[in-house]
């Protein structure tokens, strides 16, 4: 069957908005609410075992903070922590925008004058995504996603597969037709079970983790100058990570 579609990751994976985006937004809502915490590089690394935002607190409270003092109703808590955070998320991304990871603007350029349709599904809220799309390409970004799936448009976050399923049904496409890229091993999960090939871009904060389920796990996509290096699997004596390269996955 011909490959129709790419599905991206988000986080991580078009950009590393974790360590310098979604962590650093955290933190300023905290001090915004007078929280004596800070997540630190590593700490993060920690949290992000747990996808989303929202959920990541909750596990926070629970495991590190579990006298806190809490004078409210949790949900709205964490609600009301997230708005504050996913504010100074956007501020950040439009003050200063964090750049595409290596190879990504050049593929994407690639897949979709080739005819194929691109797809997002990530685990973040869908504003912080189009956040993310609004503020990279010169704003142009987002116009080259037909479906954007995101958050809590599922009730299971990644490692669930719901969220491809999801980019699935609404490209019309099966698994067979598109592959996605990613970059943690949930993610790795979620795409698989929802039967797709899968590319590994790593990052600092996933390197070390088990991908033995991808196609293919390379350190970035890579440019013709700038070539990737090869973690795990076979890559067709490709340098970087092209539609050619991704037909043979
Ligand atoms: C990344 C996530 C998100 C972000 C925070 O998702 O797990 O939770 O860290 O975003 P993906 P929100 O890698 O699937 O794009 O605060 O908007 O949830």
Same mark, same amino acid.
């Given at each position: 069957?011909?490959?129709?579609?790419?599905?991206?990751?988000?986080?991580?994976?078009?950009?590393?908005?974790?360590?310098?985006? %979604?962590?650093?937004?955290? @933190? +300023?809502?905290?001090?915004?609410?007078?929280?004596? !915490?800070? !997540?630190?590089?590593? #700490?993060?690394?920690?949290?992000? &075992?747990?996808?989303?935002?929202?959920?990541?607190?909750?596990? /926070? +409270?629970?495991?590190?903070?579990?006298?806190?003092?809490?004078?409210?109703? +949790?949900? +709205?808590?964490?609600?009301?922590? %997230?708005?504050? *955070?996913? =504010? %100074?998320?956007?501020? #950040?991304?439009?003050?200063? $925008?964090?750049?595409?990871?290596?190879?990504? &603007?050049?593929?994407?350029?690639?897949?979709? @004058?080739?005819?194929?349709?691109?797809?997002?599904?990530?685990?973040? $809220?869908?504003? @912080?995504? *189009?956040?993310?799309?609004?503020?990279?390409?010169?704003? &142009?970004?987002?116009?080259?996603?037909?479906?954007?799936?995101?958050?809590?448009?599922?009730?299971?976050?990644?490692?669930?597969?719901?969220? /491809?399923?999801?980019? #699935? &049904?609404?490209? @019309?496409?099966?698994?067979?037709? =598109?592959?996605?890229?990613?970059?943690?091993?949930?993610?790795?999960?979620?795409?698989?079970?929802?039967?797709?090939?899968?590319?590994?871009?790593?990052?600092? /904060?996933?390197?070390?983790?088990?991908?033995?389920?991808?196609?293919?796990?390379?350190?970035?996509?890579?440019?013709?100058?700038?070539?990737?290096?090869?973690?795990?699997?076979?890559?067709?004596? %490709?340098?970087?990570?092209?539609?050619?390269?991704?037909?043979?996955?």
């Amino acid at each position: 069957m011909s490959l129709k579609a790419i599905i991206f990751d988000v986080d991580g994976t078009l950009a590393e908005t974790e360590k310098d985006g %979604h962590r650093i937004a955290f @933190n +300023l809502a905290f001090q915004q609410a007078d929280l004596p !915490w800070q !997540w630190g590089v590593n #700490l993060y690394g920690e949290l992000l &075992e747990i996808g989303g935002g929202k959920e990541r607190l909750r596990h /926070y +409270l629970n495991i590190y903070q579990p006298q806190f003092d809490l004078r409210e109703d +949790l949900d +709205l808590f964490i609600r009301k922590i %997230h708005q504050n *955070k996913s =504010c %100074h998320y956007r501020q #950040l991304l439009e003050n200063n $925008s964090i750049p595409l990871r290596v190879g990504v &603007e050049r593929f994407i350029t690639e897949a979709s @004058n080739a005819g194929l349709k691109l797809a997002i599904a990530s685990t973040a $809220s869908v504003e @912080n995504v *189009k956040a993310l799309l609004d503020n990279s390409l010169n704003g &142009e970004m987002a116009k080259l996603f037909t479906v954007i799936v995101a958050g809590d448009m599922v009730k299971k976050k990644k490692p669930a597969p719901d969220i /491809y399923q999801l980019a #699935l &049904e609404k490209l @019309n496409l099966s698994p067979e037709e =598109c592959i996605a890229i990613e970059d943690t091993n949930q993610g790795l999960i979620a795409a698989t079970q929802a039967g797709l090939k899968t590319l590994i871009t790593v990052n600092e /904060y996933t390197k070390q983790q088990n991908f033995e389920l991808a196609s293919l796990v390379v350190n970035y996509l890579g440019e013709k100058n700038n070539p990737f290096t090869v973690i795990e699997g076979n890559n067709h004596n %490709h340098d970087y990570f092209n539609l050619d390269l991704a037909r043979k996955l």
